[in-house]
C-alpha cells in the first residue's frame, strides 16, 4: 500500500433495497489511510446501509467502491474481506462464540489461522483491551460495554487495516460510551488503522479527522469536524449537540474572546477558565 | 431467573473429569445410555446409582446442581411412576379403589422407572457441567464426523447447535422483559386464568419470534464480516486430545454394562 492509495475511493455509488425507494444515490469521496472519518446524519439517512456497502456485505447498484485500489465485488470480497473489520451496534447480537475467548477466536477459525497463533493473538488483543480476566466468561455474564470490548478484540485479532463501528457506542452507558472513546483515540494514535464511525456521539465526532453529512441519500457536507460544529444548520439537520468545549468557545466568542489555537487544540480551555473564577 | 442459567453452562471445579475429550465424554453418556436401559430390578439400579454418585462426587461439582438440572423434569418422573405403577399388575395386591388396582410389582416398576430417569437427567448433566459449549460441539462435530459419508453435514448440525446454545439465555431474557412489560399494562400473567393465559402466550410468541429474527440477521452480518463462510475450511481453536483418561473413562461405562449384565443373569 503506498501513501497516495487511498483506503477508499467511492465512485458515484448508489443503493436501493427497492428501486422505488432509493437509499443513496451517487455518492462519491475518498478515504486516506490512517484517517479517521465519522459518517453523520439524522436515522434513516442511509449511514448503516453505506457502512455496510463498504464493508462488502451489500453490492451496489451503481457505480464503484475501490478498497486500497481493488474493486469491490463479489469476486474481489472474499479478498478483501481480510482488511475490513466491522463492529456492530447490539453487543449481545454479534456474540457468536460460548465465551469471549471462543467469539474472539471465531473470525481466526474462519481464516484457517493456526492454533499457536490463534492463542498468541486471542490473548494479545484481549490483553489490550482489558478483558485478559474474563476470557472464560459467557456473553450473559459481561456487561454491554464488556460485550463492545470482545466485539472490538474479536476484530482486531483479525488485524485488518481498515475497521468500520457502525453505532458501535449508540447501546452503551455514559461511562462505556467514554471508554470505547478511548479506545478509539488509542488505535488512531497507533496509526494502523483507518477508521470509519457511524454515530451520533458528538465527541467521538470531534475526536475523529473529519465528518462526512449524509442527508437525504447524498453528502450535505464533508468537513471537518470542528467546522462541523460550528454549522447551527447542519447541526440541526443532523440533530447533534455540540460538545461542551465547542459550546464554550462559540458562547466566549459572543462575549468577544477568541481563544488561542494552541489551547483550543489541547483541550484546556475550562482548566484556563475556572481557576479565574474561583480568584474573583 | 437463576435456574436458566444452568442451562448449557459449564461449571469449572478443576477435576479430572472437566479436561478430558469432550468425544469420551459422549461416548460414555450414550454408553451409560445403554446400561440404564438395561436395569430392570433393584439390585442392578443400586449399583447404576452407586456408580452415578462416585462419579458426580468426582467432578467436585455440589450434587444439588444435579438435582437442579432434573427439577424441571419431575412431572414427567411422576408421570412415568403413574403410568407403570397402573398398569402393570403383577404380585401382591396392594390396593383397589373402584377400578383401579396397584400391585407390588406394579409399584416396584414404577419406582424404577423414575429412578431410572431421574439417574438419566442428573448423571447427563455432567457432560454440560464439565464442558463448556464450544468444546461440546467440538466434540459433537467429531462424533457426527462419519455422517459425511451419508451425506450430513457434521459442521452444519453442530453449528446450529452452537449458535441455539449461545442464545437461548438471551431469547429467554428477552422474553422475562416482554412479559414484564406486558405486565406493567395490566396484563399481568400470573393473575389471569388460563384461556387468557394462553391468548397471552400468543401474543408474547410474536415478538419474540420478530426480534429472533431480527438477531439472527445481525448475526450473520456479524458472521460475514468475520470472514465466515459455510463449508469453507476452518482450523480450530481447541484441540481435542484424547488422553489415557479418555479411556478410562469410556471404559468404566463398559464396565458397568457388563455388571448391569451379569446381576441381570446372576438374580434370574
Known amino acids: ?280 | 431467573m437463576r435456574n436458566r442459567l444452568l442451562f448449557g453452562r459449564s461449571i469449572e471445579t478443576g477435576s479430572w473429569i472437566h479436561p478430558i475429550d469432550p468425544r469420551a465424554k459422549l461416548t460414555g453418556m450414550v454408553l451409560y445410555l445403554a446400561a440404564l436401559l438395561l436395569v430392570d430390578s433393584w439390585i442392578p439400579l443400586l449399583a447404576a446409582a452407586i456408580f452415578s454418585l462416585i462419579y458426580m462426587k468426582m467432578t467436585l461439582i455440589p450434587l444439588k446442581y444435579y438435582a437442579k438440572a432434573a427439577k424441571p423434569l419431575w412431572v414427567l418422573m411422576v408421570f412415568i411412576f403413574v403410568v407403570q405403577t397402573l398398569t402393570v399388575d403383577e404380585g401382591r395386591l396392594l390396593l383397589e379403589i373402584g377400578n383401579v388396582t396397584v400391585y407390588a410389582g406394579g409399584l416396584s416398576r414404577g419406582l424404577i422407572s423414575a429412578s431410572r430417569m431421574l439417574l438419566l437427567v442428573s448423571f447427563t448433566a455432567m457432560l454440560t457441567f464439565t464442558t463448556t459449549p464450544g468444546l461440546l460441539n467440538q466434540g459433537l462435530g467429531g462424533v457426527l464426523a462419519p455422517l459425511k459419508k451419508i451425506g450430513v453435514s457434521a459442521d452444519r448440525l453442530t453449528l446450529m447447535m452452537g449458535i441455539a446454545l449461545r442464545f437461548i439465555p438471551t431469547i429467554l431474557d428477552e422474553t422475562h422483559k416482554i412479559l414484564k412489560a406486558q405486565a406493567a399494562r395490566g396484563a399481568d400473567l400470573k393473575e389471569l386464568p388460563w384461556l387468557e393465559k394462553g391468548k397471552l402466550l400468543v401474543s408474547l410468541l410474536v415478538p419474540v419470534t420478530v426480534s429472533a429474527f431480527r438477531r439472527a440477521e445481525e448475526l450473520v452480518l456479524s458472521m460475514e464480516a468475520r470472514g465466515f463462510i459455510i463449508g469453507e475450511p476452518r482450523s480450530e481453536y481447541h484441540k481435542l486430545v484424547w488422553s489415557t483418561k479418555a479411556t478410562g473413562f469410556v471404559l468404566s461405562f463398559v464396565v458397568l454394562i457388563a455388571i448391569v449384565l451379569v446381576l441381570k443373569l446372576v438374580l434370574t
Open chain 1, 1 to 280: 500500500m503506498t501513501e497516495e492509495q487511498p483506503a477508499y475511493h467511492v465512485q458515484h455509488v448508489s443503493f436501493a433495497y427497492s428501486p422505488e425507494q432509493p437509499v443513496l444515490s451517487d455518492l462519491s469521496f475518498s478515504i486516506l489511510p490512517g484517517s479517521w472519518v465519522s459518517l453523520v446524519g439524522p436515522n434513516g439517512c442511509g449511514k448503516s446501509t453505506l457502512a455496510k456497502l463498504l464493508g462488502g456485505l451489500l453490492a451496489v447498484n451503481e457505480g464503484m467502491i475501490e478498497v486500497q485500489g481493488i474493486h469491490l465485488s463479489s469476486a474481489t470480497i472474499g479478498k478483501l474481506r481480510s482488511h475490513i473489520g466491522m463492529v456492530f451496534q447490539n453487543p449481545d447480537n454479534q456474540f457468536i462464540g460460548s465465551t469471549v475467548e471462543e467469539d474472539i477466536a471465531f473470525g481466526l477459525e474462519s481464516r484457517c489461522i493456526p492454533r499457536e497463533e490463534m492463542k498468541e493473538r486471542v490473548h494479545s488483543y484481549a490483553e489490550k483491551l482489558e478483558i485478559g480476566h474474563l476470557l472464560s466468561k459467557h456473553p450473559a455474564e459481561l456487561s454491554g460495554g464488556q460485550k463492545q470490548r470482545v466485539a472490538i478484540a474479536a476484530i482486531l485479532a483479525l488485524e485488518p487495516d481498515i475497521i468500520i463501528f457502525d453505532e458501535a457506542s449508540s447501546m452503551l452507558d455514559e461511562r462505556a460510551r467514554g471508554e470505547l472513546l478511548d479506545i478509539l483515540r488509542g488505535m488512531k494514535e497507533e496509526g494502523r488503522y483507518t477508521m470509519i464511525s457511524i454515530t451520533h456521539d458528538a465527541e467521538e465526532i470531534m475526536a475523529s479527522d473529519r465528518a462526512i453529512v449524509l442527508s437525504d441519500g447524498g453528502i450535505a457536507a464533508d468537513l471537518t469536524p470542528w467546522e462541523l460544529f460550528q454549522d447551527d444548520q447542519l447541526l440541526q439537520a443532523c440533530r447533534l449537540i455540540a460538545p461542551y468545549p465547542v459550546r464554550l468557545e462559540k458562547e466566549l466568542n459572543k462575549l468577544g474572546i477568541t481563544v488561542p489555537q494552541e489551547i483550543r487544540q489541547s483541550g484546556e480551555v475550562e482548566d484556563r477558565i475556572w481557576p479565574l473564577i474561583l480568584k474573583k
